[in-house]
């Protein structure tokens, strides 16, 4: 069994930083691609970030590249989402997500991970 969760969520003024975490118990984060999605009422869960299990490549949604950075801590068994330069438009609920395949052509999409978090809510004032 296979748990997903994250922390770190909040409010934040425009240009201001936030740090997500997510943990996947019963699987350790180097032998899983963890990725994180965000989803706003009324539209579709958005593609932010992917790290790979094997090489812990990254992979960025192009509204974040530049500004969102993903990594692992494998001691602590944790992803994190370094979220900078903070716009209204990146407020979101974001979830975390986690698989044990690894189908690159599919790496951004939602059917591609199994496991998710209940998410945390990200408010980005103006």
């Known amino acids: 069994q296979v748990e997903v969760a994250e922390s770190g969520g909040g409010m934040v003024q425009t240009g201001g930083s936030l740090r997500l975490s997510c943990t996947a118990s019963g699987r350790t984060v180097s032998g899983t691609t963890m990725a994180w999605f965000r989803q706003t009422p009324g539209k579709e869960r958005e593609f932010v970030a992917a790290?790979?299990?094997?090489?812990?490549?990254?992979y960025y949604g192009d509204s974040v590249k530049g500004r969102f950075t993903i990594t692992r801590n494998n001691a602590e068994n944790t992803v994190y989402l370094q979220m900078s330069m903070l716009k209204p438009e990146d407020t979101a609920n974001y979830y975390c997500a986690a698989t044990s395949t690894e189908i690159l052509s599919t790496i951004r999409l939602v059917t591609a991970y199994k496991h998710w978090g209940q998410g945390t809510q990200v408010t980005v004032s103006s």
């Open positions: 790290i790979r299990r094997n090489g812990g490549y990254t």
